[in-house]
Nanobody, 129 residues
């Protein structure tokens, strides 16, 4: 089993930045078996949507069109932690942000929520209008 814990959320003015972290806890074998980490978000009254995804063992990454050029996912393997750097935030970015991890490889299916094996509890990001 793997537990994912997000941190770094908060309230920031439009145009500002935040960096979210997603730390993985659990058996080393299980953590090392994760091939893909995704970030998702859910605004009130809306479905959970994919923000971006990163492969744990290659340079592959992909992002939703709405965040391309503003958000960047990175990872620190030594800390079993993935990061979501968010710049130029707008009120439309207000949502609860979740990280997710799966054993399957990253690819065109990265937005498919049902393909992820583990989810964190989420962290709230608020950008007042």
């Amino acid at each position: 089993q793997v537990q994912l814990v997000e941190s770094g959320g908060g309230s920031v003015q439009a145009g500002g930045s935040l960096r979210l972290a997603c730390a993985a806890f659990g058996a080393t074998y299980s953590i090392n078996s994760i091939n893909c980490v995704g970030w998702f978000r859910q605004a009130p009254g809306k479905e959970r949507e994919g923000v971006g995804s990163i492969a744990t063992n290659s340079a592959w990454a992909d992002y939703a069109d709405s965040v391309k050029g503003r958000f960047t996912i990175s990872q620190d393997s030594a800390k079993n932690t993935a990061y979501l750097q968010m710049n130029s935030l707008t009120p439309e970015d207000t949502a609860r942000y979740y990280c997710a991890a799966r054993f399957g490889r990253c690819g065109s299916s990265w937005t498919a929520k049902e393909t992820y094996n583990y989810w964190g509890q989420g962290t709230q990001v608020t950008v007042p209008s």
